[in-house]
């Protein structure tokens, strides 16, 4: 049997599209999965623009792979993603032993790209937007645990100064309420009980209802609480902007909707905010916050900060940092400013340094550790209902799983429970470890 290694830079949107094309080639062409590059057929390297030299980074890597091909003169190479989106046939100039390049709307088209390649052996290139045809080609999907994620919309359309995405992933398109139904009906079917909406903007979402009407992001997660089995749902990423009081309407009504909401914001300055162009205030910001808060009191906010934006003075910085004090984030996904070409910012002047920038960034990463271990503190002597996901590693007599607030807790229990909701006493936190005491196992009565 042929064997395929996937190397998966970045989000979980690439994440989610490596699990597809694995499905997919194992379906097509019967390829297993390997994590020995060096004992692959097919080489895949599913890239990520977002930040660094990603350009580089990627002829660093196929240098690396380079030499697998003077032993294995039928090993294939290929690169997808959003650097083979912007780079496409230059990749092959640059590195010639490269065979395939898929662009993030046409993996589906891999199975015909490595026939049409051992058939000619003239490489193939394929970086085209072809709006959500890739999701009629995914197999069914085969869980791997009790939570999966669901792509519900690609591609973006707010056009942030720094971005690369809408460039590369291309313009925001929604799959029919139908369709993502049928795919989170039949992951319950097979024992997932926590669902991730995935997408650059979910709120942006707008799919074909059942109806033939258009449906926004609030009514289809009205839809999909309503799936049997389905007990626990999140969503990333949302975008301010479009964060309707209709959304937030569904905070107040739908419990099984988490009390968690990753939400970025990229600074607390108003002035950086008009720069990068995300087209909202840091007063709109906190009002959809206050306003989640007043349904949802025990909800936690984590975001996206881009520190050393093109002429961020300190003045911006402290701003981001008491809005971070002001909103008490629980955690974030922080990185110093990286210029991505073809972007407007990156004609910007920018005078910061780069230390000075580093500076900022621990400080910024700091205060939300801090600001996260308090939360995590906090939760000692509560009640927390848990999703089982498996054995602890430590310890072969306790299991964990995760809380809605994302927090991983170990605690006595049997294999048995993999899998069911439970409430915990949390007992003790350890720097974000938590260890609980099992109170209650769903439909089961209370433990004395
Ligand atoms: N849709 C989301 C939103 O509302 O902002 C974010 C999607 S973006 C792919 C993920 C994160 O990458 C952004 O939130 C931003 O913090 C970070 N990012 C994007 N471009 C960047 C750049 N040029 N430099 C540093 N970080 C960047
Ligand atoms: Fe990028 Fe801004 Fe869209 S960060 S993905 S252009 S919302």
């Given at each position: 049997?042929?064997k395929?290694?996937?190397k998966?830079w970045?989000?979980q949107?690439?994440e989610?599209?490596?699990?597809?094309i694995?499905?997919l080639?194992?379906?097509?062409h019967?390829y297993v999965?390997?994590?020995k590059p060096?004992?692959?057929?097919?080489?895949?390297?599913n890239?990520?623009s977002?930040?660094?030299?990603?350009?580089?980074k990627?002829?660093?890597q196929?240098g690396?792979?380079k030499?697998?091909?003077?032993?294995k003169k039928?090993?294939?190479?290929?690169?997808?993603?959003?650097v083979?989106s912007?780079?496409?046939e230059?990749?092959?100039q640059?590195?010639?032993y490269?065979d395939?390049?898929?662009?993030p709307?046409?993996?589906?088209?891999?199975p015909k790209?490595?026939n049409?390649?051992?058939?000619?052996?003239i490489?193939v290139v394929?970086?085209s937007?072809p709006?959500l045809?890739?999701?009629?080609?995914?197999?069914?999907?085969i869980p791997?645990?009790?939570s999966?994620f669901v792509?519900i919309m690609?591609?973006?359309?707010?056009?942030?100064?720094?971005?690369i995405v809408p460039?590369?992933?291309?313009?925001e398109?929604?799959?029919s309420v139908?369709?993502?139904s049928?795919?989170?009906?039949?992951?319950?079917?097979?024992g997932?009980?926590?669902?991730t909406l995935?997408?650059?903007?979910?709120?942006?979402?707008r799919g074909?209802n059942?109806?033939?009407?258009?449906?926004n992001?609030?009514?289809?997660?009205r839809h999909i609480s309503?799936?049997e089995g389905i007990?626990r749902i999140r969503?990333?990423?949302?975008?301010?902007i479009?964060f309707?009081?209709e959304?937030?309407?569904?905070?107040?009504?739908?419990d099984?909707?988490?009390?968690?909401l990753?939400?970025?914001?990229?600074?607390?300055?108003?002035?950086?905010?008009k720069?990068?162009?995300?087209?909202?205030?840091?007063?709109?910001?906190?009002?959809?916050?206050?306003?989640l808060i007043?349904?949802?009191?025990d909800?936690?906010?984590?975001?996206?900060?881009i520190?050393?934006?093109p002429?961020?003075?300190?003045?911006?910085?402290?701003?981001t940092?008491?809005?971070?004090?002001?909103?008490?984030?629980?955690?974030s996904?922080?990185?110093?400013?990286?210029?991505r070409?073809?972007?407007?910012a990156?004609d910007?002047?920018?005078?910061?340094?780069k230390?000075?920038?580093?500076?900022?960034?621990y400080l910024?990463?700091?205060?939300?550790?801090?600001q996260?271990r308090?939360?995590?503190d906090?939760?000692?002597?509560t009640?927390?209902?848990?999703?089982?996901?498996?054995?602890?590693?430590?310890?072969i007599?306790?299991?964990?799983?995760?809380t809605?607030?994302n927090?991983?807790?170990?605690?006595?229990?049997?294999?048995?429970?993999?899998?069911?909701f439970?409430?915990?006493?949390i007992?003790?936190?350890?720097f974000?470890?938590l260890?609980?005491?099992?109170?209650?196992i769903?439909n089961?009565p209370?433990i004395?």
């Amino acid at each position: 049997m042929k064997k395929i290694y996937i190397k998966t830079w970045g989000c979980q949107m690439n994440e989610y599209d490596s699990s597809k094309i694995i499905e997919l080639l194992k379906k097509t062409h019967n390829y297993v999965l390997t994590t020995k590059p060096e004992n692959a057929d097919v080489l895949l390297l599913n890239t990520c623009s977002v930040r660094e030299k990603a350009q580089e980074k990627l002829f660093h890597q196929l240098g690396r792979w380079k030499v697998f091909k003077q032993n294995k003169k039928n090993l294939i190479i290929g690169v997808g993603g959003c650097v083979a989106s912007q780079e496409g046939e230059y990749i092959i100039q640059r590195a010639p032993y490269v065979d395939i390049i898929f662009g993030p709307q046409t993996l589906h088209r891999l199975p015909k790209m490595i026939n049409s390649f051992y058939d000619v052996r003239i490489p193939v290139v394929d970086i085209s937007f072809p709006k959500l045809e890739k999701f009629n080609y995914f197999p069914k999907v085969i869980p791997k645990g009790y939570s999966a994620f669901v792509s519900i919309m690609e591609g973006c359309n707010k056009y942030c100064t720094f971005c690369i995405v809408p460039y590369t992933r291309g313009e925001e398109v929604s799959r029919s309420v139908k369709e993502i139904s049928l795919e989170i009906i039949q992951l319950a079917s097979q024992g997932v009980r926590e669902i991730t909406l995935l997408g650059q903007n979910v709120n942006a979402y707008r799919g074909i209802n059942f109806n033939g009407r258009m449906c926004n992001f609030a009514t289809l997660l009205r839809h999909i609480s309503k799936i049997e089995g389905i007990d626990r749902i999140r969503f990333i990423t949302s975008h301010p902007i479009e964060f309707s009081d209709e959304l937030i309407e569904v905070y107040k009504d739908v419990d099984k909707l988490v009390s968690f909401l990753h939400l970025p914001v990229q600074s607390g300055s108003d002035r950086i905010l008009k720069l990068m162009k995300r087209s909202h205030t840091v007063l709109h910001y906190k009002s959809i916050v206050n306003k989640l808060i007043q349904v949802r009191p025990d909800i936690q906010i984590s975001s996206d900060f881009i520190v050393g934006f093109p002429g961020e003075t300190i003045d911006d910085f402290n701003q981001t940092m008491h809005f971070i004090m002001d909103i008490n984030f629980d955690m974030s996904f922080s990185f110093v400013y990286s210029a991505r070409p073809g972007t407007p910012a990156a004609d910007l002047s920018d005078e910061v340094k780069k230390e000075e920038k580093k500076r900022r960034l621990y400080l910024l990463q700091n205060l939300i550790n801090q600001q996260s271990r308090r939360w995590s503190d906090r939760m000692v002597g509560t009640v927390q209902r848990v999703l089982v996901d498996g054995l602890s590693n430590k310890d072969i007599k306790q299991i964990s799983g995760k809380t809605e607030n994302n927090r991983i807790v170990t605690f006595n229990g049997s294999p048995d429970n993999i899998g069911k909701f439970v409430d915990v006493e949390i007992v003790s936190n350890n720097f974000n470890a938590l260890k609980g005491k099992l109170l209650k196992i769903e439909n089961e009565p209370d433990i004395l």
